[in-house]
């Protein structure tokens, strides 16, 4: 079975097709990168896939199951350009807010736990409005992980992460990659994605270029995609 | 039971922020306080004539007072993308918009139970002895509008000029609940009996709340998803 | 093709409401007790008719788009409300002029006139809401909700209105058994109505026009800004 099933997407803001007829297919335990240039529809199908937007024509499938199935929303963990916590409430409380929405049977504990896994356990008290952009960086992920989700949905998870976020991200990512979860992100930078992608998908303007498995040339040189796929 | 524990994280989370900085509350509360101020450069305060339209004015206070919480309601979510964290989360639009209701509600009633008695100070009304009865008109009409205010302030939040189209779309569809309530206000704040012919104006104010929590609730995820 | 039929449209009710000025102002005598104001009223009552048909016209439009998600519904949701909104004006407006004239008073809180007053601001917030919203998706979905909110919430408006206060004058077409309208009066009356309902489809299908045209130069738009 795969684990995200994209056929015949279509998306339009207005008459302008944001997405033409995307079809994508990604399998358990694997990691694809969605790259692309600004504007040419990355951000639109993450959206789509985490159930934030309607597609006009096509489906997808998650897990077997619609994506803004109730169900599904439970088994992905979305991270997007914002980094979804609230400013006013602390560490403590914003992770066992989501723990409460994912109906988790223990929020305090789960919680916690996220809070040491993300070296957050010094500040679990203080208010989100006072953490450095790192804390933030990492709080936010550890809200993405908590629920141990199946599907990880990330947009451009890398830009803008201090060295400690990214690694903690990049290890997150690691071992879930490894524990067969599956992985779809965007992002500009390629390199970072890269190592870690099994497969590649280009989208240029709404249109997917490329779909394929990561080779090694592309990751010895990333601009590679870009020269043979990147314009119409 | 499902439905209400989510919602209710929502509505827990709201009030505690709330508490932390007290801004709304307390922009609200000023606010209220100008108005009444206002009021009395408007007609004679002393006069007979100011309990014929003391309901008007304590609704008056009420709505104006609520659009600046109602306004922050969903604006608040929009600091970091709070608000697509909540969507793409396993709560349903309908249970994430019933627990921002609930919030509002609660801020709303505080801020009007803070304003009555200065309201009965300043117009020098007498304590109401219906005043459970004041309550319950004030419960209801808040309701009202609350869901719709609440509904609104989903539909507006990414709008240019937001603060100012909340208060444009919803005061005109608030006209029945203020009607009522503000008819049953005056006659109860008058110590006057409730009539017969003015029952109509209770089943009016649950009518209106019934017939806008389903329609909002029904609606709510076409609004926030699509 | 759609421009013979707004051409062919437009000849017609301009003819038709020639022929209708020529009948009310040289055939038709002055009414006993309004004198000549009284005309005023056949373009007061299709225009308020109208107006008020066409939001619920425009509600079902902006359900189907919900239901369809079919932007041309969107364009004639929207085409329909704005021109139900021209003509609530000259409804509130030409009433306006006629309480002028018959009452002494420009403007008076009744029961009918509020509630009109009333939808006719709901629909004021709803161009306003069109205005906006950028992108033409959103748009359409807010807009659509916007206008169910609306139409259910007229009819409790318009019950609690009619509870609060009562002084309009009684339905005209109602009690013309009695007598309220001569025969010779009411031909021209439903003649009006039929020019003002020409009138209405024609500005709504121009306003279509520019609305799908608007649509197109806002893709174009988006086009090149992805370029």
Redesign the interface.
């Given at each position: 079975m795969t684990a995200v099933a994209i056929q015949g997407v279509w998306k339009?803001?207005?008459?302008?097709p944001a997405l033409k007829d995307i079809s994508l297919s990604v399998n358990p335990g694997s990691c694809l990168a969605l790259i692309g240039r600004n504007?040419a529809g990355k951000t639109t199908l993450l959206?789509i896939l985490?159930?934030?937007?309607?597609t006009?024509k096509g489906s997808i499938t998650i897990l077997g199951q619609d994506a803004?199935d109730?169900?599904t929303?439970?088994r992905?963990g979305?991270l997007?350009?914002?980094?979804?916590?609230?400013?006013?409430?602390s560490a403590f409380?914003n992770l066992r807010?989501?723990a409460?929405?994912?109906?988790i049977a223990d929020p305090q504990k789960i919680a916690s736990e996220w809070l040491e896994r993300t070296g957050l356990e010094r500040v679990r008290d203080g208010?989100v409005r006072e953490f450095s952009r790192g804390m933030r960086q990492r709080l936010a992920v550890a809200?993405t992980f908590l629920h141990n989700p199946s599907v990880l949905l990330l947009d451009e998870p890398f830009t803008a992460l201090d060295d400690r976020a990214i690694a903690v991200l990049q290890d997150l990512l690691k071992t879930a990659l490894a524990e067969g979860r599956t992985i779809i992100m965007s992002t500009h930078q390629l390199r970072e994605a890269l190592e870690l992608a099994t497969g590649v998908a280009l989208i240029n303007?709404g249109k997917l270029a490329f779909t394929g498995p990561r080779t090694r040339e592309m990751l010895e040189d990333p601009a590679w995609l870009y020269r043979n796929y990147g314009e119409a | 039971m499902?439905f209400l524990?989510?919602s209710l994280?929502?509505a827990?989370?709201d009030l505690?922020?709330e508490l932390?900085?007290k801004e709304t509350v307390n922009a609200s509360l000023s606010f209220a306080l100008v108005i009444l101020l206002l009021f009395s450069f408007a007609f004679d305060p002393g006069s007979e004539q100011v309990h014929e339209i003391a309901g008007g004015l304590l609704w008056l206070v009420f709505a104006f007072a609520g659009t600046l919480i109602l306004n922050r309601s969903f604006a608040r979510e929009l600091?970091?993308?709070?608000l697509?964290?909540?969507?793409?989360?396993?709560?349903?639009g309908a249970q994430l918009f019933f627990g921002k209701c609930l919030a509002n509600y609660v801020l709303l009633v505080v801020v009007e139970s803070a304003c009555l008695p200065v309201f009965v100070i300043f117009y020098n009304s007498h304590w109401p002895r219906q005043w459970l009865l004041l309550f319950l008109v004030m419960l209801l009409g808040t309701w009202g509008i609350t869901v719709i205010g609440t509904l609104f302030s989903a539909m507006t939040v990414n709008l240019r000029l937001r603060e100012l189209m909340l208060p444009t779309l919803i005061y005109p569809m608030l006209i029945p609940a203020l009607m009522g309530a503000i008819r049953l206000s005056t006659l109860i704040l008058a110590g006057e009996p409730i009539g017969a012919d003015d029952q109509i104006w209770f089943r009016l104010l649950v009518a209106f709340d019934i017939i806008f929590t389903i329609l909002t609730l029904a609606l709510v995820e076409i609004v926030l998803?699509? | 093709m759609r421009l013979k039929i707004i051409l062919t449209l437009s000849v017609v009710c301009g003819l038709i409401l020639a022929w209708n000025l020529h009948t009310m102002f040289m055939k038709v005598p002055d009414e006993a007790n309004q004198g000549a104001i009284f005309r005023i009223f056949y373009f007061h009552f299709p225009a308020a008719i109208t107006s008020f048909a066409g939001f619920y016209l425009g509600m079902f439009a902006g359900v189907g788009y919900l239901i369809t998600?079919n932007?041309k519904l969107d364009s004639i949701a929207a085409s329909i409300n704005e021109v139900s909104l021209a003509f609530a004006t000259i409804a509130l407006v030409t009433g306006s002029i006629w309480g002028r004239v018959i009452w002494g008073i420009w403007w008076t809180w009744d029961a009918r006139i509020t509630s009109y007053f009333v939808c006719w601001l709901l629909y004021v917030g709803y161009l306003m809401m069109r205005r906006a919203i950028d992108?033409?998706?959103t748009r359409a979905r807010l807009c659509a909700v916007l206008s169910i909110f609306a139409a259910i919430d007229i009819v409790i408006v318009w019950k609690s209105i009619e509870w609060w206060r009562t002084q309009h004058p009684g339905p005209v077409l109602e009690i013309r058994g009695g007598g309220g309208m001569a025969a010779g009066m009411e031909a021209p009356l439903w003649w009006n109505f039929l020019a003002m309902l020409l009138l209405f489809t024609v500005l709504i299908l121009i306003r279509m026009r520019q609305e799908s045209m608007r649509?197109?130069i806002?893709?174009l738009r988006?086009?090149a800004?992805?370029f």
């Amino acid at each position: 079975m795969t684990a995200v099933a994209i056929q015949g997407v279509w998306k339009f803001y207005g008459d302008y097709p944001a997405l033409k007829d995307i079809s994508l297919s990604v399998n358990p335990g694997s990691c694809l990168a969605l790259i692309g240039r600004n504007g040419a529809g990355k951000t639109t199908l993450l959206r789509i896939l985490a159930g934030l937007s309607k597609t006009a024509k096509g489906s997808i499938t998650i897990l077997g199951q619609d994506a803004r199935d109730e169900n599904t929303r439970r088994r992905i963990g979305v991270l997007g350009h914002g980094i979804g916590v609230y400013e006013e409430l602390s560490a403590f409380e914003n992770l066992r807010l989501f723990a409460k929405l994912y109906g988790i049977a223990d929020p305090q504990k789960i919680a916690s736990e996220w809070l040491e896994r993300t070296g957050l356990e010094r500040v679990r008290d203080g208010l989100v409005r006072e953490f450095s952009r790192g804390m933030r960086q990492r709080l936010a992920v550890a809200r993405t992980f908590l629920h141990n989700p199946s599907v990880l949905l990330l947009d451009e998870p890398f830009t803008a992460l201090d060295d400690r976020a990214i690694a903690v991200l990049q290890d997150l990512l690691k071992t879930a990659l490894a524990e067969g979860r599956t992985i779809i992100m965007s992002t500009h930078q390629l390199r970072e994605a890269l190592e870690l992608a099994t497969g590649v998908a280009l989208i240029n303007r709404g249109k997917l270029a490329f779909t394929g498995p990561r080779t090694r040339e592309m990751l010895e040189d990333p601009a590679w995609l870009y020269r043979n796929y990147g314009e119409a | 039971m499902n439905f209400l524990r989510q919602s209710l994280a929502i509505a827990g989370k709201d009030l505690r922020s709330e508490l932390r900085s007290k801004e709304t509350v307390n922009a609200s509360l000023s606010f209220a306080l100008v108005i009444l101020l206002l009021f009395s450069f408007a007609f004679d305060p002393g006069s007979e004539q100011v309990h014929e339209i003391a309901g008007g004015l304590l609704w008056l206070v009420f709505a104006f007072a609520g659009t600046l919480i109602l306004n922050r309601s969903f604006a608040r979510e929009l600091v970091n993308d709070c608000l697509d964290a909540l969507i793409s989360s396993p709560a349903s639009g309908a249970q994430l918009f019933f627990g921002k209701c609930l919030a509002n509600y609660v801020l709303l009633v505080v801020v009007e139970s803070a304003c009555l008695p200065v309201f009965v100070i300043f117009y020098n009304s007498h304590w109401p002895r219906q005043w459970l009865l004041l309550f319950l008109v004030m419960l209801l009409g808040t309701w009202g509008i609350t869901v719709i205010g609440t509904l609104f302030s989903a539909m507006t939040v990414n709008l240019r000029l937001r603060e100012l189209m909340l208060p444009t779309l919803i005061y005109p569809m608030l006209i029945p609940a203020l009607m009522g309530a503000i008819r049953l206000s005056t006659l109860i704040l008058a110590g006057e009996p409730i009539g017969a012919d003015d029952q109509i104006w209770f089943r009016l104010l649950v009518a209106f709340d019934i017939i806008f929590t389903i329609l909002t609730l029904a609606l709510v995820e076409i609004v926030l998803v699509g | 093709m759609r421009l013979k039929i707004i051409l062919t449209l437009s000849v017609v009710c301009g003819l038709i409401l020639a022929w209708n000025l020529h009948t009310m102002f040289m055939k038709v005598p002055d009414e006993a007790n309004q004198g000549a104001i009284f005309r005023i009223f056949y373009f007061h009552f299709p225009a308020a008719i109208t107006s008020f048909a066409g939001f619920y016209l425009g509600m079902f439009a902006g359900v189907g788009y919900l239901i369809t998600k079919n932007l041309k519904l969107d364009s004639i949701a929207a085409s329909i409300n704005e021109v139900s909104l021209a003509f609530a004006t000259i409804a509130l407006v030409t009433g306006s002029i006629w309480g002028r004239v018959i009452w002494g008073i420009w403007w008076t809180w009744d029961a009918r006139i509020t509630s009109y007053f009333v939808c006719w601001l709901l629909y004021v917030g709803y161009l306003m809401m069109r205005r906006a919203i950028d992108d033409p998706t959103t748009r359409a979905r807010l807009c659509a909700v916007l206008s169910i909110f609306a139409a259910i919430d007229i009819v409790i408006v318009w019950k609690s209105i009619e509870w609060w206060r009562t002084q309009h004058p009684g339905p005209v077409l109602e009690i013309r058994g009695g007598g309220g309208m001569a025969a010779g009066m009411e031909a021209p009356l439903w003649w009006n109505f039929l020019a003002m309902l020409l009138l209405f489809t024609v500005l709504i299908l121009i306003r279509m026009r520019q609305e799908s045209m608007r649509r197109e130069i806002d893709s174009l738009r988006r086009y090149a800004h992805a370029f």
